[in-house]
Antibody
Framework: QVTLKESGPVLVKPTETLTLTCTVS??????????VSWIRQPPGKALEWLAH???????SYSTSLKSRLTISKDTSKSQVVLTMTNMDPVDTATYYC????????????????WGQGTMVTVSS | DIQMTQSPSTLSASVGDRVTITCRAS??????LAWYQQKPGKAPKLLIY???SLESGVPSRFSGSGSGTEFTLTISSLQPDDFATYYC??????????FGPGTKVDIK
């Protein structure tokens, strides 16, 4: 069974750095067809893609947040880590990680498995 | 960056209705378009990928079409379990993975 689970602080203060961990099971982060993204959703608002790490360790970031984000992975631990610097109350959201599977012969793929999400509140 | 728009933002419908949601990309994305369903308090669920391919386990009343910049999600006969918010997403590795703003389908 494939699962992803997000973990991290529930509450962070403004200006602090947020570190979130996505622990995956049922697949390997070294699988050439699989990558992991982070997505967030402020309360009552739309989904916003943040960052993606490919199987070959290449990274891709949202243009608007690129300066604040770092994504990395530890394949041996089956974990993908996202750090976001200089947190602000507008960053209050549920943060999801999701697996992206490349479809055979296409080189592209959608997000087929999602974690349950973790709510992060930014407040002093 | 590729921008995604959806219309309508809210749709009121009854059980049994045929429902269509439109998604537009600011530039051509070929068929690299997915649709997700999200219910309150839950993670999104993949329904359609590559514009028209049905994800395994998704009921056949859901269908997708389109290519280039204009796409549609159709629910042929709305069921009680389908009242939710639907998001489109473009997934081109070179352009990020942008989501649309969502369409909420509620009870008429």
């Amino acid at each position: 069974q494939v699962t992803l689970k997000e973990s991290g602080p529930v509450l962070v203060k403004p200006t602090e750095t947020l570190t979130l961990t996505c622990t995956v099971s049922g697949f390997s982060l070294s699988n050439a067809r699989m990558g992991v993204s982070w997505i967030r959703q402020p309360p009552g608002k739309a989904l916003e893609w943040l960052a993606h790490i490919f199987s070959n360790d290449e990274k891709s970031y949202s243009t608007s947040l690129k300066s604040r984000l770092t994504i990395s992975k530890d394949t041996s631990k089956s974990q993908v880590v996202l750090t976001m610097t200089n947190m602000d109350p507008v960053d209050t959201a549920t943060y999801y990680c999701a697996r992206r599977t490349i479809y055979y012969g296409s080189g592209e793929g959608a997000f087929d498995i999602w974690g349950q999400g973790t709510m992060v509140t930014v407040s002093s | 960056d590729i921008q995604m728009t959806q219309s309508p933002s809210t749709l009121s419908a009854s059980v049994g209705d045929r429902v269509t949601i439109t998604c537009r990309a600011s530039q051509s994305i070929s068929s690299w378009l997915a649709w997700y369903q999200q219910k309150p308090g839950k993670a999104p669920k993949l329904l359609i990928y590559k514009a028209s391919s049905l994800e395994s386990g998704v009921p056949s009343r859901f269908s997708g079409s389109g290519s280039g910049t204009e796409f549609t999600l159709t629910i042929s006969s709305l069921q009680p379990d389908d009242f939710a918010t639907y998001y489109c997403q473009q997934y081109n590795s070179y352009s990020g993975f942008t989501f649309g703003p969502g369409t909420k389908v509620d009870i008429k």
